[in-house]
């Protein structure tokens, strides 16, 4: 079936390192996708999409890749703050604006 | 701008209780959708709506009912309330893309 998974459920990584979260998905159809970050008792907040026509889009301290041949989406944070630390999900736009979200990945910050 | 709105932030119900969850925002967004979000689990799609009039189901639609008369408000309703909708909900709106959520509702039911 169409589905969106992250790779793994946590990652811990030093204050000041770069931040890697990884994300599959299965529907080669889909041509929109957005990286959500969601603090503990907060709604997710929007950080930043891609569309399939696209292979990199760079934000502010925050980069999406996107491999289509494998089906991987990659979420880099560069340098990353103790106020990075919260549960990432991708997804996957199908048709409609229907969002369909992975599991998340916990990200935590070591001082 | 206050975006969207979810009310109420925390709320208990007893089984077999009824209930509306409210969901506004002032963005003009066309589309507006709930979620539910178990522990662990990413957030899954319960209803949507296109516009005014329009509503659609999800992936979770049993047990819950919605209706969009205007564009600003998307309430989400439990007719009967039971254990497994035990949740945190989010309301989320959007012009296209960029979506944004509530602060969302979190639901026990006892």
């Known amino acids: 079936g169409e589905s969106v998974g992250l790779h793994l459920p946590t990652l811990s990584v030093q204050e000041g390192d770069n931040s890697i979260i990884n994300c599959a998905y299965s529907n080669s159809a889909s041509d929109y996708f957005i990286w959500y970050k969601q603090e503990s008792g907060k709604g997710p907040q929007f950080i930043i999409d891609i569309r399939s026509n696209m292979d990199k889009r760079q934000g502010q301290r925050v980069t999406v890749l996107l491999n289509k041949t494998v089906k991987h989406l990659s979420l880099q944070i560069a340098a990353t703050q103790p106020g990075d630390s919260a549960v990432y999900f991708c997804a996957e736009k199908k048709g409609a604006q229907k969002l369909v979200f992975g599991q998340g990945t916990r990200l935590t910050i070591n001082p | 701008n206050a975006g969207v709105t979810q009310t109420p932030k925390f709320q208990v119900l007893k089984t077999g209780q009824s209930m509306t969850l409210q969901c506004a925002q002032d963005m003009n967004h066309e589309y507006m959708s709930w979620y539910r979000q178990d522990p662990g689990m990413g957030l899954r799609l319960i209803h949507y709506s296109v516009g005014a009039g329009i509503t659609d189901q999800g992936e979770v639609p049993n047990g819950y009912n919605v209706s969009r008369s205007t564009t600003e408000d998307f309430p989400l309703r439990l007719l009967s309330a039971a254990p497994s909708q035990t949740s945190v909900y989010f309301c989320?709106?959007?012009?296209?893309?960029?979506?944004?959520f509530g602060s969302g509702t979190r639901l026990t039911v006892v």
């Open positions: 989320a709106s959007t012009s296209g893309h960029g979506y944004t």
